[in-house]
């Protein structure tokens, strides 16, 4: 069988399982009847908020690739992740086509691999300030729905000097940090080097990258609007993370039930009812993943016949 025929092939069983997916969720959450007394200018503004990621990732994608990629073919690729995502594990699908999409502008394997590495360890410092700034404003909000977060932060200094104190006093577990952390980070120095050497271009990959978990938050404040409920935009950069966390943790494709079940749960935690934070979650949810993919099927179609991916 020819790489292009067992291509077509995969395209096929992966279309299949995404229309049984999709169509049994949609069912099951019963989005409409929920949605039906919905504020309609709060779920444009989410709407609209739900693009704001896609623009945070081509826009640090673009800025820290080696090589000149079009935004416009990048913007369908991010879009043609959605897809993938729905069929594939923690991402990891996604994390292919735009590895797959940098070997196709003339990178090798192991350079468009770590050129990836690059866009998400720069992703997950600036994502973890965002999340340490967020927890202290919570902490110092005295209006704060949540219960003092200063607990949560003890015990995870603890667990993490635990765990520093534990790989470093065992030697398998030495080993395998040093394979796992410190040889991958070794392997993207020198391409982090060079993107640092130019200031405009760090400025437009953080810029992208903070504007990801925000955009995702400004679309779940929107959500909450839209059924009735309200929480702080920092709160809910914490719930949108946590969020990410449980679905990467999850091994099922497009984190279905993992990722509704974290966000209401984080919104609750905000002060919002039960049924609210519900419609919610479902709102963001399908924003966010859910109304994305047949227009996904269609990128990843049009990605594959200008060989593209």
């Known amino acids: 069988m020819t790489a292009r025929r067992a291509w077509r092939v995969v395209l096929v069983v992966a279309t299949a399982v995404a229309v049984v997916v999709l169509t049994r969720r949609l069912e099951a959450a019963d989005l409409g009847e929920r949605l039906r007394s919905a504020d309609p200018v ?107 977060p200063w607990p949560v932060l003890g015990v995870g200094a603890a667990a993490l000097t635990v765990t520093v104190l534990v790989v470093r006093w065992h030697p398998r577990l030495r080993r395998w940090s040093v394979r796992r952390v410190v040889e991958p980070v070794r392997a993207e120095w020198p391409a982090l080097r060079r ?33 009735g409920g309200e929480a702080p935009l920092l709160l809910l950069v914490l719930v949108v993370v946590g969020s990410s966390a449980v679905t990467a943790a999850v091994p099922v494709p497009g984190g279905i039930g993992a990722s509704e079940a974290a966000l209401t749960a984080g919104l609750v935690a905000c002060g919002l009812g039960a049924e609210a934070a519900l419609s919610a979650a479902l709102l963001h949810r399908a924003l966010t993943f859910w109304v994305r993919v047949p227009p996904a099927w269609v990128a990843l179609l049009w990605l594959r016949r200008r060989h593209a991916v």
């Open 195 to 227: 993107v640092l050497t130019h200031p405009g271009r760090v400025a437009v990959a953080l810029l992208g990258h903070l504007t990801v978990p925000l955009g995702f938050a400004a679309t779940l404040a929107c959500s909450a609007r839209a059924v």
């Open 42 to 148: 709060w779920v444009l503004a989410a709407a609209v908020c739900s693009l704001l990621p896609i623009a945070g990732n081509v826009a640090s994608m673009t800025a820290l690739s080696p090589v000149p990629i079009p935004v416009p073919r990048t913007v369908v690729v991010w879009l043609a992740t959605s897809f993938v995502n729905l069929v594939t594990p923690s991402s990891s699908g996604g994390v292919a086509l735009t590895v797959r999409y940098l070997q196709r502008r003339g990178l090798p394997l192991a350079v468009a691999v770590t050129t990836i590495g690059v866009v998400q360890s720069t992703s997950f410092v600036v994502t973890g300030v965002l999340v340490l700034t967020a927890l202290l404003s919570a902490g110092r909000s005295a209006a704060s729905a949540l219960s003092v």
